[in-house]
């Protein structure tokens, strides 16, 4: 008989949601080569999150993914967003591979404006984290033209 898997969702007390239970088996694996932060991430994030995620002095969830060390720490839920060397259990990979209900990244109804990564994109978020979250130094993201 399939076992059916649900994300079990919590409500901490900043108002953001956690998932307890993701389905990782879900989740696209990672590409199979060297990836290269500002030219294969730093353009899907400028496109896809960097609007709400560190272009102004708020971000949506106090999450800021200008630089590499508040992308990783996370925002309100408190949880690290990225955590680096395991991509499956990156909190960050879940939301853009919407498996968590609810917090599906960039935000279901804003994706006219903010394109969903494709699974492709996901497979080099899942292998950038795999490899060590490498981000030179100096570099922050930018709006994308
Ligand atoms: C249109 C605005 C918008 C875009 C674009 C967007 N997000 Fe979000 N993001 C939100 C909102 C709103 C929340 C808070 C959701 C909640 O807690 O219910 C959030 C929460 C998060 C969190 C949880 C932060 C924490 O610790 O509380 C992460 C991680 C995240 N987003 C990653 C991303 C990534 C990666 C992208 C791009 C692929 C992205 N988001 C694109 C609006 C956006």
């Keep these: 008989m399939p076992i059916k ?37 730093k353009p899907l994030f400028e496109q896809s999150c960097f609007s709400c995620h560190g272009s102004k002095p708020r971000a949506k969830s106090k ?3 200008n ?12 949880e690290a967003a990225i ?13 853009i591979a919407d ?9 279901l109804d804003k994706r ?3 394109p969903q990564l494709t699974d492709e994109q996901v497979a080099l978020v899942r292998a950038w984290i795999d490899q060590g ?3 030179p130094d100096g570099v922050e993201l930018s709006l994308a033209k």
């Design 5 to 41: 898997t649900f994300a079990l969702i919590s409500l901490s007390a900043a108002g953001a949601v956690l998932a307890d239970n993701v389905d990782i088996a879900k989740l696209p694996a990672a590409a199979d080569k060297e990836v290269d932060f500002v030219k294969d991430i």
């Design 112 to 114: 006219d404006k903010y």
């Design 83 to 95: 955590v680096v060397g395991k991509s499956a259990n990156s909190p960050l990979v879940h939301f």
């Design 63 to 65: 999450y800021f993914m």
């Design 67 to 78: 630089q590499r060390d508040t992308a990783i720490e996370g925002g309100s839920s408190k």
């Design 99 to 107: 498996l968590v209900e609810e917090l599906e990244m960039p935000p």
């Design 133 to 135: 979250a490498k981000w």
